[in-house]
């Protein structure tokens, strides 16, 4: 539970999970790195283990018992996400991929095995659905036919709001409302909790590859899903047995991204409008996709859903030859997947992170995506210009 709800959204970034620490004698969290804990008692490490397995809270004065279980560097992270998220709680494993990997195998556990999916979605979530790795099955359906495609087998509606990569947004409360009991997971890797709180929302699930703009650094791969007490439990009883748990260092970097989170995503969020806007203005390109440009946004979701429209944009340079010119051409900009970071990348959807996307759900080959980062975006245009002229 966040320990100060009512501090405002940006000292929650700053303080969150980090309320003990003057007690510690310590200015920045300890990271706790011992693969296992000692155990007081044969009994009390028993009742622990059991707790912990199960999907329990470490319990004050208790024994952590062994990493895969409980690590107090990772549950400060995911204090911390989970006040941004104002969730009850959250998880955090090694991945997104993990992530979403857990909440499908939890669903499969209590007896469902029927997911609706909403495309576009990221490319790993759309594989692993697709290929029905987990014991799952999926359904694709416009956002607004969500309702149509439940059925009594159903444990998940699943979303993306941007989608990755054109930045289609979906109208969560809508969803959420078709949806029923079933429980809709976000994924709100482009948005963060700084521009979109699916939660309040209705979503019952909110899910973040940290790997982007919570860590924030490109030098960080994690995962984290926030929820209810209920789901969280689950959550951590199936990370007990399969594994996938963050890495403390890795949980401890995810830690200290927050804490510029909001001035980061804001400042990036400036520099794509310009990038937008510039983009917009250049006869090569056929399209621009980025919520806060012309006709990207019918339903006037940014404002109301989404208090901005981000720093991730996708452009149309018409066809294969010409967007493979340009992702192989920027210097400043850096040609590799993955977004979020301080540093902008490019790259091509339809070649990288949405190679195993089924063909007629594919971006079209003249699609780039580009993450704006923390660059003067003077410079990211005179690069682009560059790129696309030479
Ligand atoms: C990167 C990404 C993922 C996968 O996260 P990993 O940390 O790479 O496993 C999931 N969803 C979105 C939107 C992403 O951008």
């Known amino acids: 539970m966040p320990?100060?709800?009512?501090?405002?959204?940006?000292?929650?970034?700053?303080?969150?999970?980090?309320?003990?620490?003057?007690?510690?004698?310590?200015?920045?969290?300890?990271?706790?790195?011992?693969?296992?804990?000692?155990?007081?008692?044969?009994?009390?490490?028993?009742?622990?283990?059991?707790?912990?397995?199960?999907?329990?809270?470490?319990?004050?004065?208790?024994?952590?018992?062994?990493?895969r279980l409980w690590n107090p560097t990772v549950a400060r992270f995911e204090e911390a996400l989970a006040g941004l998220e104002r969730a009850e709680q959250s998880v955090a494993y090694a991945s997104g991929m993990a992530a979403l990997s857990a909440v499908l195998l939890a669903m499969v556990q209590s007896g469902k095995r029927h997911v609706v999916g909403v495309r576009p979605l990221y490319g790993g979530t759309d594989h692993v659905l697709a290929t029905n790795l987990l014991g799952t099955h999926v359904s694709w359906a416009k956002a607004d036919g969500v309702g149509a495609a439940i059925t009594r087998d159903t444990g998940l509606v699943v979303i993306e709001s941007p989608g990755n990569p054109t930045l289609e947004l979906v109208d969560i409360a809508d969803v959420v409302r078709q949806a029923g009991d079933v429980p809709v997971l976000v994924d709100n890797t482009f948005a963060t909790p700084v521009l979109q709180r699916p939660l309040e929302l209705g979503a019952r699930l909110v899910m973040h590859s940290a790997t982007k703009y919570l860590g924030g650094h490109g030098d960080v791969l994690a995962g984290i899903v926030a929820t209810d007490a209920e789901w969280a439990a689950r959550l951590r009883g199936v990370r007990a047995l399969t594994g996938g748990i963050l890495h403390p260092l890795s949980a401890y970097l995810a830690h200290r991204g927050l804490q510029t989170l909001p001035i980061r995503v804001r400042a990036q969020q400036e520099n794509a409008m310009a990038v937008a806007a510039w983009l917009a203005e250049q006869p090569q390109v056929k399209n621009v996709y980025y919520p806060g440009a012309p006709g990207c946004d019918p339903a006037g979701l940014v404002g109301r859903q989404m208090s901005g429209p981000g720093s991730i944009l996708a452009f149309d340079m018409g066809d294969y030859a010409r967007a493979a010119h340009v992702a192989e051409h920027v210097e400043l900009i850096t040609h590799a997947v993955s977004l979020g970071g301080v540093d902008s990348l490019i790259q091509h959807p339809a070649s990288l992170t949405h190679r195993p996307v089924a063909p007629e759900a594919r971006p079209v080959p003249g699609v780039l995506r580009l993450s704006v980062g923390l660059e003067d975006p003077a410079d990211l245009i005179a690069d682009l210009e560059r790129a696309m002229r030479g």
Do not use: C, K, W
Not at 32 to 58: I, M
């Open 3 to 67: 320990q100060h709800p009512h501090l405002a959204f940006d000292t929650m970034a700053v303080h969150g999970a980090r309320e003990d620490l003057a007690g510690l004698g310590a200015h920045v969290p300890p990271i706790d790195l011992s693969s296992t804990a000692p155990l007081p008692d044969v009994e009390s490490g028993g009742d622990s283990y059991e707790n912990l397995a199960g999907g329990g809270v470490l319990e004050q004065g208790h024994s952590p018992v062994y990493q």
